[in-house]
């Protein structure tokens, strides 16, 4: 049996040797021969492995004689024959990094060898067998460098908990924290600006972020934790840091062809209507002085060219109605019930059209939410 798992490796190292010489065709084999780190190469090595134990779980010998089998040869479970089970389909059940664990098989089979047959039960997990103690790709939890140095903190409050030590579980990495947004210093226990301490016990600390409207440190949460105001807010000595309405003041800070929209610490200027020259907001009707072209009427900046049409559509559709009336009236003389019939759709028409016609259009609440947002984003 040992021969068959020998020949095995041999197939196995061909063609990883066979796939490095292949250019890659598709995205599969780029993900297959990607190279991963020693440490996670080994672990992705040793849970495939893993996941041929959890197949065979439940084997047994086939075949003969399985009770003198089970005598004679031991359990399955601990058997050559298993394990030749899990070494067929080994690392064929890898993506990621594919190549490079067969590589790792053809290496280490004989280590593997060694832990089935002699050491399950001093050392039962494979991983601290095979990737810590014998070929030392990582190292264990929360430990870090060529010499599995502990991290800060280590066992129970590696970086206070609130950061990661570099390297951990690795022979990579120099074990300093880093720290998670809002905490500093070596093991991550102190608040940098802008965050404050909400909460101390012991080594545990926990930080949260200021107001907004604090310009660096502040002692507790909401506008009055404050010690300074940023840029756009006014201090308060009742309320804190308020935002400074930019667009109330005497001189706006907007263009001519743009109104201002005040937001909290800052302001957005967005295009005024192409009707204004000049304006207070969005819309034809928020002008100061209407564009060239454009003439005010019913407070309303209006299209000259557009205006002479609308006049000459209004003319059309007057008589329009003119004509249906009259219509109306030649059927009546002829039948009264056509014409009650024909009248009623007349003035159903009549009453529709210059309701729609007269009723404003209501505000592009979305042009003016597009304009914000496009303003945002060329502030970043």
């Known amino acids: 049996m040992c021969s068959l798992y020998k020949s095995i490796a041999v197939l196995l190292s061909i063609s990883v040797i066979a796939l490095e010489g292949v250019q890659p065709s598709n995205n599969k084999d780029l993900i297959k021969q990607k190279r991963l780190p020693p440490c996670r ?17 439940k084997g047994k010998f086939e075949g003969g004689d399985a009770a003198w089998e089970e005598e004679k040869l ?34 280490h089979d004989e280590l593997l060898e060694e832990w089935w047959f002699n050491h399950q039960n001093d050392v039962p997990d494979l991983f601290q067998y095979f990737c810590i103690e014998s070929i ?18 280590y066992p129970d409050n590696v970086c206070s908990k ?58 507790k949460a909401g506008p009055k934790g404050c010690l300074e105001c940023g840029k756009g807010w006014i201090k308060s000595e009742e309320k804190g840091c308020l935002d400074l309405n930019e667009c109330a003041v005497s001189n706006p800070p907007c263009g001519l062809l743009h109104f201002c929209v005040n937001t909290e610490g800052s302001y957005k200027c967005l295009d005024c209507d192409r009707s204004c020259s000049g304006c207070t907001g969005d ?7 209407c564009a060239s072209g454009f003439i005010l009427r ?22 329009v109605y003119l004509g249906l009336c009259i219509a109306t009236c030649i059927i009546l003389q002829k039948n009264v019930a ?11 028409h009549i009453s529709l059209s210059e309701y729609i016609l007269n009723t404003p259009p209501s505000p592009n609440k979305t042009q003016i939410a597009e304009q914000i947002m496009r303003a945002a984003n060329n502030d970043f």
Request: charged share 25%.
């Open 41 to 57: 190469a080994c672990k992705t090595f040793v849970d495939s492995f893993k996941r041929g134990m959890e197949r065979t779980e």
């Open 136 to 153: 030392q790709h990582c190292c264990p939890e929360n430990h870090f460098g060529l010499d599995c140095k502990p991290c800060v903190g």
């Open 162 to 219: 609130n950061g990661k030590c570099k390297g951990a579980g690795t022979r990579k990495g120099n074990g300093e924290c880093n720290c998670n947004k809002g905490y500093n210093g070596k093991s991550c226990n102190t608040c940098v600006d802008n965050f404050f301490e909400s909460f101390r016990n012991g080594e545990q600390v926990i930080c949260t972020e200021c107001h907004m409207g604090c310009a660096g440190k502040c002692t």
């Open 74 to 107: 031991k359990s399955y479970s601990k058997s050559e024959i298993r394990l030749v089970e899990i070494q067929e389909k080994l690392c064929s059940d890898v993506e990621e990094g594919q190549n490079q664990c067969y590589s790792l098989y053809e290496q």
């Open 298 to 319: 019913d407070n309303m900046c209006i299209d000259t060219a557009n205006e002479s049409r609308q006049h000459y559509v209004n003319y059309t559709r007057y008589c």
């Open 283 to 289: 819309g034809p009707d928020m002008c100061i002085h």
């Open 338 to 348: 056509l014409a009650a019939v024909i009248g009623l759709a007349v003035a159903i």
